[in-house]
């Protein structure tokens, strides 16, 4: 009888490691698919649709098209994961059984206790969550006057944070709207913990996009008009988005695998194994250890180069051979402000880090290139414009 392979989440991690599952099984277990949205969503350009929701229908790519016609596809929402019976738990009851499962369901937005945040944050972890912005946003922007602008606080100026401030001024521009953008990070700089060119490049931008940026003290309370703000600041807003961290999902809370105290995320070997032979984990959902002190970055690169080895890995347990261990290549960070975009520490490229046209057609390349990977050349092509 053949092995039943269980794979969760249909972002880089679940609808990557397909693909490379697929392609290295040789039909010699049956797949299963389940995620709780039926298309692959690419998530570093869902910022996109802040602008303009009619991009949503080139960053979604519905799962028949990333798949195979061997794998069953299931849309349903997790529930909880019982390794001991090794079933997966869905939220309509049901239970889908599995030899070897692939945990890649992603992670949620941490939201670290602040009180207000989570009852009157927007997130952006979804599609949903960005078209739901933009409605947001627009509903502001028509009840604003010149004398009177819209407030919008961006919290977190990561990368997420600082596409989201990007393109609500793109918005802001495109219909000449009345908006005030407030980008608020509790660290000295943005994009904290990066190269300080590449900071200041950022920064740069971002006020020439005349965001406002506040650096060096945290949000520590939110209630539905205000924003409070280290001890003596309040910042009125009418839309307040919230980017400042990710946490595991609830669906593997109870699961008994050896996460995180903190984060709920699932601690993983550089193979992608868990300290249960028959779970292996991923992306956003694990912390996945590599050599030295720090495990790899939840992020969209590495998820992209880890499905490739995680689902050759899930291949190689069902044929009985040894596994691969898998290292994160930094391969440089791209990150747009709008129309514009920033490029640093790009590999093979001699300049560290630098902006204007090259840089945009990278973030394009990039995201066209992933598109093409995981679907088609022609899908990609068709997103081209709106990348």
């Not at 880890?306 to 291949?315: F, M």
Request: with cysteine.
């Amino acid at each position: 009888m053949s092995d039943n392979v269980v794979v969760l989440g249909s972002g880089y991690a679940g609808a990557g490691a397909v693909k490379s599952l697929e392609s290295h099984l040789d039909g010699r277990a049956n797949v299963t698919w389940i995620s709780d949205v039926d298309y692959h969503l690419v998530l570093h350009e869902s910022h996109r649709c802040i602008r303009d929701p009619s991009v949503r229908e080139k960053v979604t790519i519905p799962v028949e098209e990333v798949k195979s016609p061997s794998t069953t596809f299931r849309q349903a929402t997790v529930d909880g994961v019982d390794t001991d019976e090794r079933v997966v738990e869905l939220e309509d009851g049901s239970d889908v059984s599995y030899d070897y499962l692939l945990v890649g369901i992603g992670s949620r937005t941490a939201f670290f206790g602040i009180d207000g945040l989570r009852e009157h944050a927007h997130t952006l972890k979804s599609l949903d969550d960005a078209l739901s912005i933009h409605d947001a946003v627009s509903e502001a922007a028509a009840a604003a006057t010149r004398d009177d602008p819209a407030t919008v606080v961006v919290g977190g100026a990561g990368l997420s944070g600082i596409q989201t401030a990007g393109e609500i001024a793109e918005y802001r521009d495109d219909y000449g709207a009345s908006i005030d953008i407030e980008l608020v990070e509790g660290l000295d700089r943005v994009l904290p913990n990066s190269d300080p060119e590449l900071q200041g490049a950022l920064r740069k931008r971002l006020e020439a996009a005349d965001v406002n940026i506040h650096t060096g003290e945290f949000i520590g309370e939110v209630d539905g008009e205000t924003v409070y703000i280290g001890d003596d600041t309040e910042m009125d807003y009418d839309v307040l988005i919230w980017t400042g961290g990710i946490t595991g999902r609830e669906a593997v809370a109870d699961a008994k695998i050896d996460k995180d105290d903190r984060s709920n995320r699932i601690f993983s070997e550089m193979t992608f194994e868990t300290d249960d032979d028959r779970v292996f984990a991923i992306g956003d959902a694990a912390i996945v250890d590599q050599p030295g002190d720090d495990p790899a970055p939840p992020t969209a690169q590495a998820a992209w180069q880890a499905a490739e080895v995680a689902g050759e890995n899930l291949a190689r347990r069902v044929k009985g051979q040894p596994l691969t261990e898998w290292t994160y290549d930094d391969k440089g960070t791209v990150v747009s402000v709008g129309e514009e975009a920033v490029a640093h520490d790009v590999k093979f490229l001699p300049i560290s880090t630098f902006g204007g046209v090259p840089a945009e057609l990278l973030k394009k390349g990039i995201a066209a290139r992933w598109i093409a990977d995981v679907s088609s050349i022609g899908n990609a092509l068709d997103a081209w414009p709106d990348m």
